[in-house]
């Protein structure tokens, strides 16, 4: 497992813009499958966006698709996830999650991943 510090989070109206970014620890950062995840209030905990080790095509969930952007430095061990045109039901506490090693089998799975941040809250007011 490696550790995983989300920041970035915010109010921000209806329209606007942020950038979510999570520092990971440990040496082979270019190694993991990443992504990002949220949960609302009263939902379940769904996928937002990944991007594998390879550092191949990223996937993304429809909602999101076309407004938010993964990326990953591996030379500063940093995952972003830039949104923009957010709306109010983007609202939600998003968590960075990592899978450190072995093969993925579904990028979009919530047990595919074996490491997660402690989350940063994100709030679109319309």
């Known amino acids: 497992q490696v550790q995983l510090v989300e920041s970035g989070g915010g109010l921000v109206q209806a329209g606007g813009s942020l950038r979510l970014s999570c520092a990971a620890s440990?040496?082979?950062?270019?190694?993991?499958?990443m992504g990002w995840f949220r949960q609302a209030p009263g939902k379940e905990r769904q996928f937002v966006a990944a991007?594998?080790?390879?550092?191949?095509?990223?996937y993304y969930a429809d909602s999101v698709k076309g407004r938010f952007t993964i990326s990953r430095d591996t030379a500063k061990n940093t995952l972003y996830l830039q949104m923009n045109s957010l709306k109010p039901e983007d609202t939600a506490v998003y968590y960075c999650?990592?899978?450190?090693?072995?093969?993925?089998?579904?990028?979009?799975?919530?047990?595919?991943?074996?490491?997660w941040g402690q989350g940063t809250q994100v709030t679109v007011s319309s």
């Open positions: 440990g040496r082979t950062f270019s190694r993991y499958t």
């Open positions: 999650a990592a899978r450190v090693s072995g093969v993925v089998v579904d990028i979009r799975a919530l047990s595919q991943y074996d490491s």
């Open positions: 991007i594998p080790s390879s550092g191949g095509i990223a």
